[in-house]
Every structure is written in structure tokens, then in C-alpha cells.
């Protein structure tokens, strides 16, 4: 039969936690809360342990809904190691400490159990539930703070965008079971055209099959109509421009950990279900509807665009992050549009390496915000003083993200220009280079306060030993993989070369 | 294997940052101290091979590593030097070195002053040895962080401003350069960032896409240079970086845009060379005049000297423009000794302003008669700038001329006219500023100490050496470039 337990356990592991810390908060609350944040790192260990474990074993299986490959497997490190570091700087997130601490990281270990499920679907149903399951999740998480009035209001407007978006892609996945009769990923693209039956009167373009028999007509404004409306889902869940509103509000009013935890893991999972349809689709999306690349462009473009310059003028830290999260991801995509096997790999490097760089600059403002209450870049003056590591740490990060070598950010966006240059997209190439001096400029208005400035306020001193272990991770992974990516960029090339062995 | 002298080279003020952040922060002469140790031991490195280097070996690197680094992507970590870089090299480390000393004025945050002055050397030495493109624009890159802080914290009253414009710039300049590497990756077969192979590789290179990349490798070291109209970063950072800061910038980031062209752009892609030829003289001959004309105008000291580096730098691209022998040889030995001279000229700029706190021309009159050594030395270095005979600028300036008479003669005569008011501002300057009579605001005015003596004297026993005997410099780099210039000769 087809139910394979094997391949489900990450995902059981990670529930199995949840319910776990759920059940031991209702037992003992003072204990679970206490040992919730090392009882979380636990569950992630152990999860991306067995989703290593199945490197080598990919199978599909429960009836063609579940594909846990070395795609997922990389995706599930993702998740796992930003479930863990977001869990050490909870522990050390003073607004959290009179919230119900047991359920916040049940929470948060459901939620990666929630963007797992997204990465290894195969199945329109399943994508749908999991993105949908990941979504409510998180937005309990962002308005976890009761009593703060702009996490409550984080948390709705998260909400409203999410579920105008989930909606809309709902309808998209509709259009594509309308076109094909099936909700399987992969079995789409063989069933595409079968559309001509229920639109051929209306269309006109002649469709090729894989097979190589002209099929008839299809109609491609449908399959683009279909393609656009799961792009909204999904540009939202990667909070590409234009789907991006909710993203500054988000992260300024949560918990700064879930922000951290939002704009790596979620994004990733976004990108996850993007590449799985993409690929799954490869053959008629290139057939039918030749220019998807162009309208994919334009949305890396217009992100990596305004997310710089309205990045710019922010003042809250958080805020800011977020603008140049919503460019990073603006870069990432332009990996997608090359839509070859070094674009699509160089979009898993630049996850994994985005990963560790932003949970550190995020880390960095919560523990920087825990220390000081503030998020205000005016409070950063003179930091470079006030706390020589910590404010060096911040540095770092943000000149990974700007992509200085030799730190991570340097590499994942050599590698995303590597592949636009060899699929000769020269002007992508060169917006992108523009959009990443102009990031710097962004990033500069962070470091100049800190080290240009005078310190206001006392010395810091006090530092949670989780926080700052959380902190040590990011860096050395920042530092580490920058100087020496190779065997990174070995496995994303392991990870998507089996996936598309026909481009 | 070889003993791996280049790393030792470029990684010893690496180790040197870990000992710096190490000590605590109280320990000022300590951390002074140990920075200039490790300055000091990767000069002894650099000099160690310089021993081991053969000059008479051309058509191969010397002292080479490679290895192995991210295999997945064809990216080697391949050192190695030449005739060409030889100079630079031992330029740097020596730089460094003095400039270590010279920083002792710095008094506040020395522990992170250093840190970031030993990143920066790194950073410098890594782009004269590797010989992998990648390579060679991470070490180009890394350097522009330390120069953002160090210009940004310890600088002048306008420091922000200039040290973001500084990073922006060069910034701008270095990522159009990286899509011309990876240009060059793509288009050779196989595909590679090593020098070598690329070079190996050239005539497989259309003429069309040679231009193309030659023009963005162009943005990047043109800025660097500054070459017109790329300049306007400078005369700022310049002015406002602390004093050591304004050697290296001077004495070494200047060298670096007309080092690549030479290591880079020329003997990868000589067909884009030769088609840029005749805007690479014209824009030489307007960095010299207009560089010299702006210096005159100038009242602030150290602007003046900022504006002359323009005015030098013009030298430099007419001699690699001309790529006959004589003028390559100009063109490289022009780079040497302008860092020599106006590392000088900056140190010494330094120790005026540590006493004064002003730097304006008209400050000061008659400073003769009070601080009698400094002014000697000041006078013996602008007159040195200014290409006296029997000093260093006027031999590497003579060769450039010389070497571009034959191909760009009206050029060559039209920047005579720069020689003459470089001559004209700096005498002018000594006359102001040295002669008359004393500004009564100056009388209890020290002299220059120990210590900065220190710091210029090793300077202009070099500039006197190369002045006198230029053959030291010119059998060290003649081989390489002569050969660089039957290459182009050959590819035209």
C-alpha cells in the first residue's frame, strides 16, 4: 500500500513535539514553560535528523500527495534550523515572558510542521491545507502578544491579507483541477490539455504536448488566469511586491522572533511550492504560455525595487527589515525566471544562506529591542559603544544582507547573477546589481547610527545565554558558508537536477 | 608543495585583528604595538619574496598557490605574482607599516581602529596576489568595509558623508564589474574565473563582447583610479579620512584600478583594449590638466593633494594607453612612486593638522622660520611630486611621456601644460605656507617628533633611491610589462 510512515517522519516528529509541550503545559506549567525553548531545538534536531536520514531514500508516496526528496530535505533544514534558533531568542524575548509560554512553541513547532507539509506536497489539496494550516498558525503567532494594541493589530491584518489571498488561490487551484481533472502536481501537466474539451471553443493557440501532437486548442488565457491566481497566494506567502503590504506591519507588531521566524521559514515554503509547480509544469508553462518568466521578472523586479528605496525611509528597525526582506526575496525569485538548473539551484543556496543571515539580523533587533525597548533606529546611536559585540554582530548580518564577501549574502546573490548572466538576462542582472547598492545605502542607515553616533543611554550589559547561542549559529553559519559554500551549492545541484532532468 | 609565502603575506594582519580584538580595550600602546608588529611581519614577509622572486622569468606566475575551493562552481584559490605585482606588494606592506605608526594620533576606539586598519591591509594585499577572478573581487570588496568605518568614524567633520559616497561609488563600480566576470566564466570554455586560463583563452573571444566587458571591468577600476569623471569621491574621502587612512587611499586603493587594468583587462581582453585606447589617453591627459588646474584652486592642503593624485593618475592611463615598453614601465613605476611621494605628502599633511587643527592654505605664512625640519621635509616631498630631476616622480613621469610620444605625440605635448602647473600650485603652496613672515598664531608651533620622522624618512630615502637609481624598480617589473606589451602588440 501506499501509506510510507518513513517518509512522514519529519512531520510526525515535529506534531508528535507539539502535542507533547502541549500536553506537559497542561500537567506542569511552570516546567514545560521552562523547558519549552530546549525542548523545541530538541524537536527540531531530531526532525531535520530524519529528514537527512531520507536524503537518500526520495519516494513519493500516500497516493502521489508526498514527495520527500532532497528538495524537501534542504527545505526541511530550513524549517528545522529556523525553528530552533527562533526558539533560543524567545527564551530570551522579554515581551513574551508573561505569555503562555507552553503553547507559543507548540505553536511554533506546529507551524514548521505546517511549512514542511507545504514543501514536500505534491498534491493541490494537501498544498492548499498545508499553506492554509501555516497561515492560521502564524497568525496566532503574530498577534501573540494580547495586550500589546500593535501586535493584535499585526495579527488581524496579517489575517485579512492571508485570507484574501488563500481565497483567491484557492480559485486558481479550482481553475487548474477544472483544466486538468486531477490535483496532482505531477500529474498536471500530462492532463493540461485536456482543457480543449471544456474551453477549446474559446481559444485559439495551438498547444503542444509534451508528447510533441499539437492538441488543439487551448485556450492560454485560462491557464494564465489559473497560474495568476495562485501566484497571488504565493507571492503573498513570499511577500513579493505587489502582495507585500502585510509584511512591515507583520513583523513590526509580532513577537520580533516570529518576524525573524516569518521572513525566513515562511518565505522559504513559499518558494518551495512555487518551484514544486514550477517544475511539475515545466514543459506546457513554457508551451502555452511562453512569457510566465517575463510576468514572474517584473514581480522579482518591482520587490527588489520598492523594497529598497521604501526600505529606505523607514525608521523602525523591524519595519526596515522587513523592506529588505521583501527585496531578498525580489532576488531570489529572479533565480526562478532563469529557469534552469543553476537558477533554480541558486535559489535554494540563497534560502539556506538568507536563512542564517536573517534570523541574525533579526535576532540581533530582538535582542537588541529586549535590552532597550526600542526599535527606533534614533536608540541605536552609538551602539558600536553601548555593546561592542553585539552591535558588531548586527553589523555583520546586515553586511551579509547586503551581499559584502566574503559573508553569506555575497555568495547567494554571486550565484543568483551567475545564473542570470548564463541564461543571458543582462538587464535582470543589472537592475539587480543596481537594487543591491541601493540596498546597501538601506543597510547603511542602520550602521551609521551605531557606529557614527553618540551613545545614548547606559551601557548593555545583560544578555539571555540562549539569545547569544542563537546569535553565535547565525554568525558562524553567515561566515562559514560565505567563505565556503561548495558543498551547498553541491547539494541544491543534487536537490533539483533529478526534478527537471529535461532542461 | 611550496612554501605558501603569499598567504603568509596577506593572512598575518588577519591573525593580527583576533590578538587585537583579544586584548582589552584599555591596553592602547599594547594594541598599538601589536598592529604594528603585524605590519611589520607581513613586510618581512612581503620581503621574503621579493627575495624569492625571479624578475628575469616572465610568461609565468611566481610563487603560485592553487587550490581547490568551491570546486562546484569552478572557483580555485590561486595566488601568485609577477613583475606587475611584485611593486605593489612590497608598496603595500611598507605603506602599512608606516601608516600603523602614523595612527598612534588616533586616541579614540583604537582597539576597533586597528582591527578594521589590519582588515583593510588584507584586503589590499589579497587583490595584488590572486589571480581568480572571484577571488580577486572578494578581496576587492572586503576592503571597502574597513575604509567605510574607518573614514565614517575617525574622520573629519564631514566623515558620514564621505564615507558613504566612498562605499556607493566604489560599490557601484565593483558589482559592474562582477557581471563582466562572470561574463568572462560563461564565455570561456570550460567555464572559469582562473587569469591564466582566461588569458589562454582570449582569442576565442569576439571582438564585440571583448569591448563590452572590457567597459565594465572599465567602471570599476576607472573609479578606483579616479578617472574622469569618476573622481568626485575622492577629493571627500580624502579630505575627511584620518590621516593613515589617506596614505593607503593614496598609496594603494588609487593603484588598484590601474593594476587590473593591466592584470585584467588588458592581457584577458586586448582587442577591447586597443579599441579603448584613444579614450584612455584623452581621459589621461584631462586628469592631468584638469586635476592639476582644480588643485590650484584649492585651499584646503590636504584637497590640494587629493587633487594632485588626480593630476598623477593621468600619467598613468596615458603610459598604459601609449603600451609601449617604455611607457607600461612609466606607467607602473608613476603608480610606485606616487604612493611613495604622496604617502608622504599625506603623512606629513597629517602631522601639520595634529599640531594646528587647520588645514587651510592661508593659515599659515612663513612656517620656515618655526618648525624648520618639517618644512624641509614638506618642501623636499611637493618638489618630489612635482617631478624634480634626480627624484622619484620625475623618472616614472619622463617614462610615461617618452613611451606615449611615439603614439600619442599632440597628447603628450598637451600634458607638458599639466607638469607645468603641477609645478606651478606646489611652489606656489611652499611659497605661501613656508616663506615670509610668520603668522604670529603659530610661534609656539612644535616641530615634527621622533616619531613621524620615523614614519616619512623611509619614504624619501626611497624617493631619493628610485630618483637616482631607478633601475632598482625598473629591472624588478621591465620583464613583465615588456612582455605585456609585445602581447598587445601581437593581438591588435
Known amino acids: 500500500m501506499d501509506y510510507n510512515w518513513l517518509s512522514l517522519s519529519p512531520h510526525l516528529i515535529l506534531a508528535g513535539g507539539a502535542l507533547l509541550l502541549v500536553l506537559a503545559g497542561a500537567a506542569s506549567r511552570r516546567f514545560a514553560g521552562r523547558v519549552a525553548p530546549y525542548f523545541t531545538v530538541a524537536v527540531a534536531v531530531a526532525a531535520a535528523a530524519a529528514a537527512l536520514a531520507l536524503w537518500r531514500a526520495p519516494a513519493t508516496s500516500w497516493f502521489g500527495a508526498l514527495t520527500v526528496d532532497p528538495f524537501f530535505v534542504i527545505f526541511a533544514v530550513i524549517f528545522a534550523a529556523a525553528l530552533a534558533l527562533v526558539a533560543l531568542l524567545s527564551a530570551g524575548y522579554a515581551p513574551l515572558e508573561s505569555a503562555d509560554r507552553p503553547e507559543y512553541y507548540s505553536l511554533l513547532i506546529l507551524v514548521t510542521c505546517a511549512v514542511s507539509f507545504m514543501a514536500s506536497a505534491t498534491n493541490l489539496v494537501l498544498i492548499y491545507v498545508a499553506i492554509e494550516f501555516s497561515s492560521i498558525l502564524s497568525y496566532v503567532l503574530v498577534g501573540y502578544l494580547r495586550g500589546d494594541r500593535l501586535s493584535s493589530e499585526a495579527g488581524l491584518k496579517y489575517f485579512l491579507y492571508g485570507a484574501a489571498a488563500s481565497a483567491v488561490m484557492l480559485l486558481g487551484f479550482a481553475l487548474l483541477y477544472g483544466m486538468t481533472g486531477t490535483t496532482d502536481v505531477n500529474a498536471l501537466a500530462a492532463n493540461l490539455p485536456r482543457a480543449e474539451l471544456l474551453f477549446g471553443t474559446w481559444g485559439h493557440a495551438a498547444v503542444v504536448t509534451p508528447a510533441g501532437t499539437v492538441a488543439g486548442a487551448l485556450s492560454p488565457v485560462f491557464i494564465f488566469l489559473a497560474f495568476a491566481l495562485v501566484l497571488v497566494g504565493l507571492g503573498y506567502k513570499i511577500s513579493a511586491v505587489p502582495f507585500h503590504m502585510w509584511a512591515p506591519d507583520a513583523y513590526q507588531g509580532a513577537p520580533t522572533p516570529i518576524a525573524a521566524f516569518l521572513s525566513v521559514a515562511s518565505k522559504a515554503s513559499g518558494f518551495a511550492v512555487i518551484l514544486r509547480l514550477v517544475f511539475a509544469l515545466h514543459g506546457p508553462l513554457d508551451l502555452v504560455y511562453a512569457p510566465w518568466t517575463k510576468y514572474a521578472a517584473a514581480l522579482a523586479v518591482a520587490s527588489m525595487v520598492l523594497g529598497v528605496l521604501v526600505g529606505i525611509v523607514q525608521s523602525d528597525v523591524r519595519r526596515l527589515l522587513a523592506y529588505s526582506s521583501i527585496a531578498h526575496a525580489g532576488f531570489a525569485l529572479l533565480g526562478v525566471v532563469v529557469d534552469t538548473h543553476l537558477g533554480f539551484a541558486a535559489v535554494l543556496v540563497y534560502l539556506v544562506l538568507y536563512a542564517a543571515m536573517n534570523v541574525g539580523a533579526f535576532g540581533t533587533v530582538a535582542v537588541i529591542g529586549h535590552v532597550t525597548g526600542s526599535y527606533d533606529l534614533k536608540d541605536y546611536a552609538g551602539m558600536g559603544r553601548r555593546h561592542p559585540v553585539l552591535a558588531a554582530a548586527l553589523a555583520v548580518f546586515l553586511l551579509a544582507l547586503a551581499g559584502i564577501p566574503p559573508l553569506a549574502g555575497f555568495f547567494a546573490k554571486f550565484y543568483i547573477l551567475a545564473a542570470l548572466i548564463g541564461r543571458g538576462y543582462i538587464f535582470l542582472a543589472v537592475v539587480a546589481i543596481l537594487a543591491s547598492v541601493v540596498a546597501l545605502f538601506l543597510y547603511a542607515r542602520v550602521l551609521k547610527p551605531m557606529y557614527f553616533g553618540k551613545p545614548v543611554g547606559e551601557d548593555l550589559r545583560r544578555l539571555s545565554p540562549a539569545a547569544a547561542a542563537a546569535l553565535v549559529v547565525c554568525f558562524l553559519f553567515t561566515f562559514l558558508l560565505g567563505v565556503w559554500p561548495h558543498l551547498l551549492v553541491a547539494w541544491a545541484k543534487a536537490a533539483i537536477v533529478p526534478l527537471l532532468p529535461r532542461i | ?492
Open chain 2, 1 to 492: 608543495m611550496a612554501f605558501p609565502i603569499l598567504t603568509l603575506t596577506v593572512f598575518t594582519p588577519l591573525v593580527g585583528i583576533i590578538v587585537v580584538l583579544l586584548l582589552p580595550e584599555r591596553w592602547v600602546n599594547g594594541i598599538r604595538a601589536v598592529a604594528v608588529a603585524f605590519t611589520a611581519a607581513a613586510l618581512a614577509f612581503s620581503i621574503w619574496a621579493l627575495a624569492a622572486f625571479d624578475p628575469k622569468i616572465t610568461g609565468a606566475m611566481q610563487l603560485e598557490e592553487l587550490h581547490r575551493w568551491i570546486p562546484s562552481v569552478d572557483i580555485f584559490y590561486h595566488l601568485g605574482v609577477d613583475g606587475l605585482s611584485m611593486p605593489f606588494i612590497i608598496l603595500t606592506t611598507l605603506l602599512s607599516f608606516l601608516a600603523a605608526i602614523a595612527s598612534f594620533s588616533i586616541k579614540e576606539r583604537v582597539k576597533e581602529y586597528f582591527a578594521l586598519y589590519l582588515l583593510l591591509e588584507t584586503g589590499m594585499l589579497g587583490v595584488f596576489v590572486a589571480l581568480d577572478l572571484f577571488l580577486f573581487y572578494v578581496f576587492w570588496e572586503v576592503m571597502l568595509v574597513p575604509m567605510y568605518f574607518l573614514i565614517g568614524i575617525w574622520g573629519g567633520e564631514k566623515r558620514e558623508y564621505a564615507a558613504i559616497k566612498f562605499f556607493l561609488y566604489t560599490l557601484l563600480g565593483s558589482v559592474v564589474m562582477l557581471l563582466g566576470i562572470l561574463a568572462l566564466y560563461f564565455t570561456s570554455q570550460p567555464h572559469t574565473f582562473d587569469m591564466l586560463e582566461l588569458m589562454r583563452q582570449r582569442g576565442t573571444f569576439v571582438r564585440a563582447f571583448q569591448i563590452i566587458v572590457f567597459l565594465a571591468f572599465y567602471v570599476g577600476f576607472a573609479i578606483k583610479v579616479p578617472v574622469f569623471p569618476f573622481h568626485t569621491w575622492l577629493p571627500d574621502a580624502h579630505v575627511e579620512a584620518p590621516t593613515a587612512i589617506s596614505v593607503l587611499l593614496a598609496g594603494v586603493l588609487l593603484k588598484m584600478g590601474g593594476y587590473g587594468l593591466l592584470r585584467v583587462s588588458y592581457p584577458i581582453l586586448p582587442q577591447g583594449a586597443h579599441w579603448f585606447v584613444w579614450p584612455l589617453a584623452i581621459l589621461g591627459v584631462i586628469n592631468i590638466v584638469y586635476g592639476s588646474l582644480v588643485a590650484m584652486a584649492q585651499k584646503d592642503l590636504k584637497k590640494l593633494i587629493a587633487y594632485s593624485s588626480v593630476g598623477h593618475m593621468g600619467f598613468v592611463l596615458l603610459g598604459a594607453a601609449a603600451m609601449t615598453p617604455t611607457a607600461l614601465d612609466g606607467a607602473v613605476m608613476q603608480m610606485v612612486t606616487h604612493g611613495i611621494i604622496t604617502g608622504a605628502l599625506f603623512l606629513l599633511v597629517g602631522v601639520l593638522y595634529d599640531r594646528a587643527h587647520v588645514r587651510e592654505i592661508s593659515a599659515f605664512s612663513g612656517l620656515g622660520v618655526r618648525v624648520p625640519v618639517y618644512v624641509g621635509i614638506m618642501s623636499f616631498t611637493m618638489i618630489a611630486s612635482l617631478g624634480l630631476p634626480g627624484l622619484a616622480g620625475f623618472v616614472s613621469e619622463f617614462l610615461s611621456l617618452v613611451g606615449s610620444f611615439p603614439v600619442f605625440p599632440v597628447l603628450v605635448i598637451i600634458s607638458g601644460a599639466g607638469i607645468i602647473i603641477t609645478a606651478a600650485y606646489f611652489l606656489w603652496t611652499i611659497r605661501r605656507m613656508f616663506l615670509g613672515t610668520l603668522t604670529p598664531r603659530w610661534e609656539n608651533l612644535p616641530d615634527i617628533n621622533f616619531r613621524e620622522l620615523v614614519t616619512v624618512v623611509p619614504l624619501m630615502i626611497l624617493t631619493v633611491l628610485i630618483g637616482v637609481y631607478p633601475s632598482v624598480l625598473i629591472k624588478l617589473m621591465d620583464p613583465a610589462l615588456t612582455e605585456l606589451s609585445r602581447v598587445m602588440a601581437t593581438l591588435k
